[in-house]
């Protein structure tokens, strides 16, 4: 569906994805189904409460994935 997010967790992103990394999967997931890149002004709020709402929840899952096998720094 969105070919410009990447995968987010090791081994694909070889360090832990930081709140940027998020961030931008988010807001690539939030244009791609709302078809805009950019929103007007009357639909800023909701645009930006939905890429702050699946930033968090990509932390939340990220943080509860058991990679086996995968080292998770020292």
């Known amino acids: 569906m969105c070919r410009s997010i990447k995968t987010l967790r090791p081994p694909a992103l070889p360090e ?10 988010a807001l690539q997931y939030v244009r791609k189904v709302s078809g805009f890149r950019a ?11 939905a890429v702050d ?3 968090a929840a990509t932390k939340k899952l990220l943080d509860g994935l058991e990679i086996r096998g995968a080292s998770r720094g020292a």
């Open 16 to 25: 832990e994805a930081t709140e940027e990394d998020m961030r931008a999967a």
């Open 39 to 49: 929103p007007a002004a009357h639909n800023r709020e909701v645009f930006d409460r």
């Open 53 to 55: 709402e699946i930033t």
